[in-house]
């Protein structure tokens, strides 16, 4: 597998467990303020997949390809985020205070 194919494979990925119904029948169960449990790290994505000296020199560079995995990944998150959003959590951002 080509590390462009890895990329691809990692973004694409949808968990099998994640069930809509489910979430929604934990919200109701609880009588508290609920936080969805993953937090949107555009950066820190890209360097996991493609180191920090690579992701600065590739911002410097500004490369068609750069360009796309940036695209790849806010694409992952806006997904990942309008999923949440489209259960009965009541947040889907959270400040993580260095706890994350």
Not at 4 to 21: H, I, M, N, Q, S
Not at 32 to 52: D, H, K, M, N
Request: aromatic share 10%; glycine share 8%; charged share 30%.
């Amino acid at each position: 597998m080509t590390g462009r194919e890895r990329v691809k494979a990692a973004l694409t990925f949808t968990r099998p467990d994640r069930d809509a119904g489910h979430v929604n029948a934990a919200c109701t169960k609880i009588d508290r303020f609920v936080l969805l449990p993953t937090t949107a790290r555009s950066f820190e994505r890209i360097q996991f997949l493609r180191g920090t000296q690579n992701v600065l020199v590739e911002l410097l560079d500004g490369t068609t390809e750069f360009r796309r995995l940036l695209e790849m990944v806010h694409e992952f998150y806006v997904k990942d985020v309008s999923w949440w959003a489209s259960t009965d959590v009541d947040g889907v951002f959270r400040k993580c205070g260095g706890r994350c």
